[in-house]
């Protein structure tokens, strides 16, 4: 019981710390909440900015694994946090700019609990692949970390 307890802290926990961390895009959170674009200049940029820079695209796979429903928070463009029926699968197509070229951008998948054969709980396993590599895992539930991996170009 401790255990269950201590895990569905921690999943919370990273959900709640994962949820504010990834805005989005910069000129899009500023229309959005009626904020005035940077004023451009002849050429189209901005003043006192660079160029935008983008990235080559990256396919991202986020899966989860088990049988029946799970809670899933998972992080690629923007956050989610949904019940799923396990088996779960999501592909995300993710481009880097800007500042992100240069500090990279955190994935990641929290899976919620499944049951074992013996009735306890754990993990339900989970992986992320990016451009058909998989990079990161919890060791088929063996970990109660979730899955992250940080793109980088």
Request: proline letters at 5%.
């Amino acid at each position: 019981m401790r255990k269950t307890a201590t895990l569905a802290i921690t999943l919370l926990a990273a959900a709640a710390l994962l949820t504010g961390c990834r805005s989005e895009k910069k000129d899009e959170g500023a229309a959005k909440a009626g904020g005035a674009k940077p004023s451009a200049s002849a050429d189209g940029a901005a003043k006192g900015s660079a160029p935008d820079r983008k990235g080559a695209p990256h396919q991202v796979v986020f899966e989860v694994g088990g049988t029946g429903k799970s809670q899933v928070m998972w992080v690629g463009n923007t956050n989610h946090f949904e019940q799923v029926t396990l088996p779960w699968t999501k592909t995300e197509t993710m481009t880097l700019e800007d500042a992100e070229l240069d500090v990279g951008v955190t994935v990641s998948v929290v899976p919620g609990s499944v049951e074992r054969a013996d009735g306890m709980l754990q993990a339900a396993p989970c992986t992320i692949k990016v451009d058909g590599e998989q990079v990161a895992d919890n060791r088929n539930g063996a970990s109660a970390k979730p899955c992250e991996y940080k793109i980088r170009n």
